[in-house]
């Protein structure tokens, strides 16, 4: 898997839009942006993903550049419940699954 | 809807001893992880099972052991335990389908493991 940089924390005020960067200058060409969050002890919690092509769901949208080897994830409206670590996983897709490299992620703390 | 189950929530035992942790996933999902992340850790990937075969593994100590039944629940066995082995252990589930596509990964809320 292609090795993800990630900013070690970040702050963002209630209400504003989090924009959470991730470098990845080595991903392949068949490998995905997956984003992943881990609210305090909890299990990791799916965000989204993307190859080339920004993708927007419900939760958050992922903005990937033309060359692929950066993206951010963006949560518009940003509450106190988004505070969590945010990871930024690089991997390829297989038939039987593909285990998740955690790295190090973000520290997102949202602040009233 | 239906999430991932794990069994027990809590477990403390003695080093030198065994332990068994279980995982439900969510109905039809296919893929069974299992994760253990140490406390100030990040999450790291030990073992899979997809269609009840082993089909990654990571950095497992040869003490532990894993696999997955005919109901698609998996297991988690670990043996002579360390107390570095205290953590928290995740399993996630996910349908692979065998085709390649995306199979986004559904967290448990983990077994907090204390060895004392």
């Known amino acids: 898997d292609a090795k993800t940089t990630q900013p070690t924390s970040m702050d963002c005020a209630e209400g504003r839009a989090a924009n959470l960067p991730c470098n990845h200058s080595t991903i392949s060409g068949n490998e995905y942006v997956y984003w992943y969050r881990q609210i305090h002890s909890q299990g990791p919690q799916y965000i989204i993903h993307?190859?080339?092509n920004n993708e927007t769901n419900e939760m958050a949208s992922l903005i990937i550049t033309e060359d692929r080897k950066s993206s951010t994830l963006i949560l518009p409206h940003a509450t106190l419940r988004d505070t969590a670590v945010y990871y930024c996983?690089?991997?390829?897709?297989?038939?039987?699954?593909?285990?998740?490299?955690f790295g190090k992620g973000t520290s997102l703390l949202v602040t009233p | 809807a239906a999430g991932v189950i794990q069994s027990p929530r809590h477990l403390i035992k003695e080093k030198r001893e065994t332990a068994t942790l279980k995982c439900y996933p969510i109905?039809?999902?296919?893929?069974v992880y299992w994760y253990q992340q140490g406390p100030g850790q990040d999450p790291q990937f030990l073992i899979s099972?997809?269609?009840?075969?082993?089909?990654d593994k990571g950095s497992i100590p040869d003490r532990f052991s894993a696999q997955q039944f005919s109901d698609y629940h998996s297991e988690l066995n670990m043996s002579s335990l360390e107390l570095g082995d205290s953590a928290l252990y995740f399993c996630?589930?996910?349908?692979?389908?065998?085709?390649?596509?995306?199979?986004?990964?559904?967290f448990g809320p983990g077994t907090r493991l204390t060895v004392t």
């Open positions: 109905p039809r999902h296919d893929t």
């Open positions: 996983i690089v991997r390829a897709h297989s038939n039987s699954g593909y285990a998740l490299n």
């Open positions: 993307g190859l080339k």
């Open positions: 099972f997809y269609e009840k075969m082993q089909s």
């Open positions: 996630a589930s996910s349908l692979a389908t065998g085709t390649g596509g995306p199979d986004e990964q559904y």
